[in-house]
């Protein structure tokens, strides 16, 4: 299986409130009042598993995640020890492992990193428990300047079919079909999308939003150009472009971040004949 490179959890944190802000959004749509179980698929260093423990203290949480760093982070946040922590490719991760339905199953800025995702949401709404909820949010904003620049600066590189080549893992679908797709496993969907205006601080150094996608969007790049002046011929123009793209005024920057939302409850099936 193709993996999403090494994960930092430290500069994942920054920005963490923005970060944390549309998983707020998210889970203030889940209805859910008393699950037993709950996972979190992709959970990363446990920020918004935390979260999930503190609304429902009651419930067993599982964090699923294929990144060792991004799990020790977590682990380490978790000093109540609310969550069991897993380690496991997503794709591969069989809920029927955990030997009862699942009554909320959440995956937060994940699956951008699972080529073919859709093709999983029928195993996961098949593990829920009947009126149990999967909710997801994945960013929508990869034909955004962040993120076609990188595509624009890749094709002028020495190494351009490499980066487009990891550039292209990155992938989610527009809010109608996951709404389609969830609907047809019968559930009740609500779907919709929102474009965050945040607001960030430029200090002395390098652009914020270089900062910003330097740990989630730029990892493949920074992943495949490891030699200091493979890595500067493609970091001095792609920051250049996010100048003229995210002028900074006043010391800030303003990014404007689309995100889609998907949150479906499973309807109880009909009784059979
Ligand atoms: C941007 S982070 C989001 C983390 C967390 N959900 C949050 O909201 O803070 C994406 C996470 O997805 C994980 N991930 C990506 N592909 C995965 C896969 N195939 N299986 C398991 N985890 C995966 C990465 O390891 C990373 O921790």
């Known amino acids: 299986m193709r993996t999403t ?14 970060r944390t802000r549309p998983f707020l959004d998210l889970l203030a749509r889940i ?13 990363g260093s446990g920020m918004s598993t935390l979260l999930l423990a503190k609304r429902w203290p009651q419930a067993r949480i599982i964090g699923v995640d294929s990144s060792a760093s991004m799990l020790e982070a ?59 909820w999967l909710a997801l949010q994945v960013p929508g904003n990869f034909h955004a300047p962040s993120h076609a620049l990188m595509g624009q600066v890749a094709q002028t ?45 430029a200090g002395e150094g390098e652009h914020p939003v270089l900062t910003w996608v330097r740990s989630t969007g730029l990892r493949p790049v920074l992943d495949l150009l490891t030699e200091d002046e493979e890595l500067e011929a493609f970091l001095t123009p792609y920051e250049a472009a996010l100048h003229t793209a995210y ?12 995100r889609i ?11 059979a004949g």
């Open 5 to 18: 490179g090494t994960w930092d959890p430290t500069a994942y944190a920054r920005y963490g409130g923005e």
């Open 31 to 43: 209805g859910a009042e008393d699950p037993h179980l709950v996972v979190d698929l992709g959970c």
């Open 74 to 132: 977590a682990r380490e946040a978790d000093t109540d020890g609310a969550v069991e922590w897993v380690e496991a490719d997503l794709r591969a991760w069989d809920p029927a492992t955990v030997g009862a339905p699942v009554d909320v199953i959440v995956t937060n800025a994940a699956l951008q990193w699972v080529p073919g995702h859709l093709g999983l949401l029928d195993r996961w709404v098949a593990a829920l428990a009947p009126d149990g």
């Open 157 to 201: 590189h020495p190494r351009a079919v490499e980066l487009e080549d990891a550039l292209d893992l990155l992938g989610v679908a527009e809010p109608a079909t996951y709404l389609r797709t969830l609907s047809r496993l019968g559930c009740e969907v609500d779907a919709w999308e929102t474009t965050y205006q945040h607001v960030l601080e």
């Open 247 to 258: 002028p900074i005024l006043d010391g800030t920057a303003v990014f404007g971040f689309r």
């Open 261 to 271: 939302f998907a949150v479906a409850r499973r309807l109880p099936s009909p009784p």
